[in-house]
């Protein structure tokens, strides 16, 4: 079971989980997407995407390992999340960091890379 797109070409859903719901509970760890392990099944080919506030709250969790395949850039990681349930919260000013650095969408993404998801922030 899953919701969304696969991607570009690929018509499988965007995650998988495991249970068959279509939510975890806060802080849990989506599963990845089956077929999309790399040869080496202990080496799996993801991209782990951490979300922040108001964003792990609407999609209900704070983890999730997306499937490499088909992601070229942030902007592929931010389609891919808007694809889920509660992704539609993730607007045009989403922050974006690929593994520590500020990431405009046109970043490059790769297997292994740590991308994080935030609101924009405002002070005062």
């Known amino acids: 079971m899953g919701y969304g797109s696969g991607g570009a070409g690929n018509s499988g859903p965007a995650v998988w989980f495991r249970d068959g719901s279509p939510r975890l509970p806060m802080g849990g760890v989506l599963p990845i997407l089956p077929g999309s392990m790399s040869s080496n099944a202990s080496s799996p080919a993801v991209i782990r995407v951490q979300l922040f506030a108001s964003y792990a709250e609407r999609l209900e969790t704070s983890v999730i390992e997306l499937p490499a395949e088909g992601v070229r850039t942030a902007g592929d ?6 694809s889920l349930p509660g992704g539609s919260a993730l607007g045009p000013s ?10 405009p969408r046109e970043t490059p993404v790769h297997s292994g890379d740590e991308v994080a998801i935030m609101p924009p922030l405002a002070g005062g």
């Open 77 to 82: 990681v931010l389609d891919r999340l808007r």
């Open 94 to 103: 989403t922050l974006v960091a690929v593994n520590l650095r500020h990431a």
